[in-house]
């Protein structure tokens, strides 16, 4: 590993045919654009459209809200997997700094972290991170020392920088595969809509469905759909949680609001 001036963390792996990444980005916006969300998802299409490999959908991760923390409204980073050959990795992280610099929001302060799976040694260490960055105020100058401690790309694209702490413990909830939901809704049926567990696994991205106590729902159970629905990230899977429903209404479950989610 080599580091590249102030603030800059730069990472060449040599010998590894295909890598599996984690990609972050944290507080790239500001009131009058749109979200992180946004901009992680269009990294990832580009990613995709240049041929450097294969992506999945974004995570949102809640970080810790204090007075202490500078964010836009509601202080979350985004993250996806990625997997990309290794001739792309400088490509790829060249690219994604410019990204950044060009399509982050006036007076964000962008942050960027790519993880190679394959390359993380300590993986209880990042973790551990990614939880302690939902409870207390954390630095860059810690974000910049594990990233160095652990082998991670971690950068700084604008403003203070601040938005490495939060793309880090974005990398770290998502590798723990209990945190975050996943971005947007699925698109199928429409809100008010009655559909069984059978037919959402198998007409949507969504892997199993439970209740918010984990508890599997029966195939044929039948469920309300909201005008959203959206997933939660539980066991490395898209999982839809749903909550019961009143007696006598013709179904046994009702999807989640966003407002229920909040945990994740």
Known sequence: MNQEGSGKIKITYEGVERM????AID??????TRGTGHLAAELAKEIKNHGWGEVKPVTRHQLFVHDDIPYTSHNSAMC???????EHWDKLIVFGGVFLETKSALGSDPGFCVLNLDQLQEPGKLMKYGHQAKKKVLTKERAYQLAD?????LSEHGGTGQGVVGALAGAALRLT??????RGKHLMGHGGEVWTVNDIVSQSDIDRITDLQGHPIPAQDKILLGEKVKSVLVDHQSVLLVCPASPNTGH?????TRDMLGDY
């Not at 401690?149 to 790309?153: G, P, Q």
């Not at 595969?177 to 996943?182: A, L, P, Y």
């Not at 046994?252 to 989640?256: A, P």
């Open 177 to 182: 595969g209990n945190d975050g939901r996943f």
């Open 27 to 32: 507080d790239t916006d500001n009131l009058e």
């Open 252 to 256: 046994q479950w009702y999807t989640c």
């Open 20 to 23: 599996k990444l984690l990609i």
């Open 149 to 153: 401690d652990l082998n991670i790309h």
């Open 80 to 86: 996806f997997p990625a997997t990309i050959g290794q």
